[in-house]
């Protein structure tokens, strides 16, 4: 019977591996699909953009001018790993009334678009959004990553540094980091294919960053976030948000937040 129970044991602990190992981005990945109305049905002045990813697909995107006094600043918004651009449009437009032009991603699977997210193919996504800024003729780009998004545009900073900085919203130090936080019973380093390794990568810039941090976020541990500023290689700036969490409205579109990003499109060195 013991050896029954163990064999038993053993072939749950298989079963609950594999399961974890093969389903993983179903966790990591939650997009709201689509149809998403067209831009101007949602934010005024705005319209549909389209991103051409180096490994051909074509994704949907927003763009929204710059309202009243113009700072010059295109800011590129990666967003977090749940939802898709129209959440993020409160967001575009308090960037906008500051007088920042911003382009709103979705990534591939997100949004109606096509392809499967995977640390990969979101690195190129984040490059075709580049890329797609450059053609509209921005030159003083910032980088506003929220949550997972964070990760994304960190990860592009170390080949195409921002001169108009990075922001970084709730970032986590890397995802086997959070994984472990809710996942404690599973070997995650082993099992992830997909790693996110923000610390490593702002140690490879020098562009100026703000850490953006929720004291009582419950889905990414503030002392990852603190983490990633430690790291940072450039001027840093860290705002803490007391008692504000994950996905409260200060860290989704507040004006604390909001004030941040213009620091940062003022200070812009290019």
């Not at 689509?34 to 697909?57: C, M």
């Not at 797609?132 to 990860?155: D, N, W």
């Not at 702002?202 to 960053?209: D, G, M, N």
Request: hydrophobic content about 45%.
């Amino acid at each position: 019977m013991l050896v029954q129970v163990l064999v038993g044991i053993v072939l749950l602990v298989v079963v609950v591996l594999t399961l974890a190992y093969v389903f993983q981005r179903r966790l990591i990945y939650l997009p709201t699909g689509g149809p998403v109305p067209p831009a101007a049905q949602v934010l005024a002045g705005a319209r549909d953009v389209e991103l051409h990813t180096r490994d051909g697909l074509t994704l949907a995107a927003w763009y929204v001018p710059a309202r009243g006094t113009d700072t010059g600043v295109s800011v590129l918004v990666a967003s977090g790993n749940g939802g898709n651009r129209t959440m993020r449009a409160p967001l575009a437009a308090a960037l906008a009334d500051r007088g920042m032009s911003v382009l709103l991603i979705d990534y591939r699977g997100y949004g109606g678009n096509p392809g499967s997210p995977s640390e990969e193919g979101l690195a190129l996504d984040a490059r075709a959004g580049l890329d797609r800024l450059r053609a509209l003729g921005a030159e003083k780009i910032m980088y506003f990553g929220e949550s997972l998004g964070s990760a994304v545009v960190a990860e592009l900073a170390t080949e195409h540094p921002p001169c108009a900085g990075m922001l970084l919203r709730s970032p986590f130090s890397e995802l086997a980091d959070t994984a472990r936080e809710h996942y404690p019973f599973l070997p995650v380093r082993l099992l992830l294919k997909d790693r996110f390794r923000v610390v490593d990568h702002v140690r490879r810039t020098a562009a100026p960053v703000t850490v953006v941090i929720g004291t009582e976020d419950e889905v990414v541990p503030p002392w990852q976030s603190r983490a990633v500023a430690e790291a940072a290689a450039g001027p840093v700036t860290t705002i803490e948000m007391p008692g504000v969490g994950h996905n409260d409205p200060e860290l989704l579109d507040g004006p604390r937040l909001v004030d941040a990003a213009a620091r940062l499109a003022r200070q812009a060195t290019c």
